[in-house]
């Protein structure tokens, strides 16, 4: 402890002097006290210096003094024990094993705590607390587990890790990247066995998520067999997760040790909905295991796609730049005409998009008509050849006023409250470098309860014009581009990003917002996706709206899961600020359907749909044990490969080294002088013992 001054502490001795100074103008220039005789003339000096003594403290405090603590702690070392819970240690570790195996494992954890500080852990995809020897986990990902570990402990005193497992991941990344964030020895105990069995598996299944009613997908199985040569297996394809509806067979000859082969099946879809397939190999004598034979996927099979018709005054590569950028997605068929060449029925469509429509020539008059009267949405896209007074009749969403024969170069400012659907930080981005739109010279204006998303910047001018602007009708929707030349700013988007990604997604997403029908019904549930994995959480979303389409909550709001075996799990909805919402948490593997109810105005609303939780099959993909991998892990970071007889073993490890060591924290405290209790005691003592004095002789 130390006493430290905010000001330079030789202030102090004028301290000192302006208390002499003080004391001697009070008590040897005072002629109060003349009368004093004999012994009481010793009070005098006793006086004096309690005067000094105070003025000078007080004086002293002024100064701000402090005193300074420095604490001193020894934090000791942290020892992480993390044991991998994976299904594919329970394959590995039989009976006795597993028992061995966490015998030794408690037994080290106490052995060590006398000196560490010991955390356990278990691990499969994600880091858990505590041993775990169930092994529930359906993946492993030893990179998660690493990097998990950094951010808990991370400017720790941690000694080493000690990490029992397999060595088999089959989620994340490579854990020998990662191993270098935690900058400790791993020791590495090896489980499992390396002898590779004869085996036959499904390694892989590549197939389209999504496809449409009718149409014929792909399915690409990868097969892969170990000591087999000579085998012969029967490669099958089943709808459904059992062998009752078989779609394709075909036997496979195994020709040597080490066997690979793909094989591409082509299955026609026939019903909607998310569809399960089965690929299966037939078991083979003396094959380890027979849980990585099969694989099941899930296929969402939709009713149709969304049609678009693009109507243009004349050939422009503005169209080819559209085409392009829809067709990106599956869930569209786009057909492109000439506006004179066109005869057909609007009603085929979902949307169309009017490039340089309407002119002079061509009023569109009789396709405007029938897409209000079927409630088919519109994408106008302005151009040198549009009839600027048509286009005002036939819409109120972008007024044009006194509309000149000359163009302006203008390029998009994005503002910030667009709200119709989101946009990418990197289309943001991109949007500032475009090249500029030709657009007509005139004053626009935005119409009734539009929405600009891209706005008009002139030459260094920023204004309010509207470039892309939407709006909702009680029909259907309706949408500005107030410019030509789009086809310059996906190219430009490849010439800086090496993408055409930026532009595609405002161009899609454009599409998209105005080609889906408005849901106009008052209650409406949805889960955000229809297949699921086991580990994963289930979630709902639910809207009521009242006659004016105003988003309420005030009725309770329920949830009934039914599984296919008819097992039933009911729910009650939360309450959000103004909606529902409802995580059910994770579900068993198996095919649900759900409806949802309230009662609203005396009716009783619902709403029903689908969805599948899927099996993960990642922990019996590899059956081998990867010691190889954790010889690595373990000499890049400074550690070593043990077997499990070699855990009693680890503590006398950990003990040897050098490096592993407490480390002493010091922290300073700083306590103003003028806080401390005692000192005005103090003070006031002297003050007080003064006082009394000059009462006593008799003074002022």
């Known amino acids: 402890m130390s006493l430290s001054f905010s000001y330079p502490a030789w202030f102090l001795i004028l301290c000192v002097l302006l208390g002499i100074l003080y004391a001697g103008i009070l ?171 004869k085996d036959i598996k499904v390694e892989k299944v590549l197939h389209n998520n999504i496809v449409y009613l009718g149409d014929k997908f792909t399915i690409r199985a990868d097969m892969s067999g170990y000591n087999s040569s000579g085998a012969h297996t029967v490669l099958s394809v089943n709808k459904g997760k059992g062998n009752s509806n078989k779609l394709y067979s075909n036997e496979i000859s195994i020709n040597k040790n080490n066997f690979v082969q793909s094989e591409d099946i082509i299955i026609e879809t026939t019903a909607v909905g998310v569809q399960a397939y089965t690929i299966s190999l037939s078991a083979i004598e003396g094959e380890l295991t027979t849980q990585n034979n099969s694989k099941t996927i899930y296929v969402e099979v939709l009713e149709g796609r969304q049609n678009v018709l693009i109507l243009a005054a004349s050939p422009s590569p503005d169209i080819a730049a559209l085409r392009k950028a829809i067709d990106r997605g599956k869930n569209y068929v786009t057909e492109e005409k000439l506006a004179s060449e066109f005869n057909g029925s609007i009603a085929a469509y979902d949307m169309i998009i009017l490039h340089g429509l309407p002119t002079a020539a061509q009023n569109c008059e009789s396709i405007l008509t029938q897409a209000e009267k079927n409630n088919i949405s519109i994408l106008y896209i302005i151009t040198s050849q549009t009839s600027i007074n048509l286009l005002n009749t036939h819409q ?14 203008v390029k998009p400012l994005m503002p910030t409250d667009f709200s119709l659907f989101s946009i990418s930080d990197g289309l943001r981005e991109a949007m500032t470098y475009m090249p500029p739109l030709k657009s007509r010279f005139a004053e626009y204006a935005n119409g009734n309860n539009g929405e600009v998303l891209l706005a008009q910047k002139i030459g260094q001018v920023s204004t309010n014009f509207p470039l892309l602007s939407f709006r909702k009708t009680p029909t259907h929707k309706i949408a500005i581009i107030a410019g030509e030349g789009i086809w310059l700013w996906r190219m430009y988007d490849y010439m800086k990003f090496g993408t055409f990604d930026h532009i595609d997604e405002l161009l899609e997403k454009t599409v998209q917002y105005l080609s889906i029908k408005e849901d106009r019904r008052k209650f409406r549930a949805t889960t955000p996706q229809s297949i699921y994995r086991e580990n994963e959480k289930v979630s709902f979303d639910a809207e009521l709206y009242n006659d004016s389409y105003e988003l309420i909550n005030e009725p309770d709001a329920r949830l009934l899961i039914k599984d296919a075996q008819g097992k039933e799990y009911p729910y009650v909805f939360s309450r959000t600020s103004n909606a529902y919402e409802l995580n059910t948490g994770i579900l068993p593997v198996n095919e649900y ?57 680890i503590e006398n490890k950990i003990n040897a080294r050098t490096d592993i060591k407490p480390v002493l924290y010091s922290s300073t405290e700083n306590n103003a002088v003028i806080n401390l209790k005692w000192i005005f005691f103090f003070l006031l003592a002297l003050l007080c013992i003064e006082w009394f004095l000059r009462k006593f002789l008799g003074g002022l």
């Open 396 to 409: 109120d969403l972008l007024k044009i006023n006194n509309p000149g024969n000359a163009f302006n170069d």
């Open 593 to 649: 359907s759900f409806t949802a109810k309230t009662n609203y105005g005396g009716k009783e609303l619902t709403s029903s749909g689908q969805f599948t939780v899927r099996e993960l099959q990642l922990e019996t993909t590899q059956t081998t044990a990867d010691h190889n991998l954790l010889l690595n892990l373990a000499k890049k970071s400074g550690g070593e490969l043990l077997s499990p007889d070699d855990i009693a073993n």
């Open 27 to 197: 008590y040897y220039k005072d002629r109060s006290y003349a009368d004093v005789q004999g012994s009481q003339r010793w009070f005098l000096p006793l006086m004096t210096f309690l005067r000094w003594a105070g003025a000078t403290l007080i004086a002293a405090l002024l100064l701000a003094p402090f005193l300074k603590t420095i604490h001193t702690e020894e934090q000791r070392p942290y020892i992480i024990i993390a044991q991998d819970r994976s299904q594919s240690i329970a394959r590995a570790l039989k009976g006795e094993d597993s028992t061995s195996l966490r015998a030794g494992l408690e037994q080290l954890t106490t052995a060590l705590s006398e000196k560490y500080k010991v955390e356990t852990y278990s691990f499969d995809d994600q880091l858990n607390e505590k041993f775990d020897f169930s092994f529930p986990g359906k993946a492993t990902d030893l990179s998660a587990v690493t990097s998990e570990l950094y951010n808990r402990y991370n400017n720790q005193n941690i000694g080493a890790v000690i990490m029992a497992t397999d060595g088999i991941y089959n989620q994340g990344s490579n854990p020998l990247y990662m191993s270098e964030q935690l900058n400790v020895p791993i020791y590495a105990i090896a489980l499992g066995d390396t002898t590779p069995y």
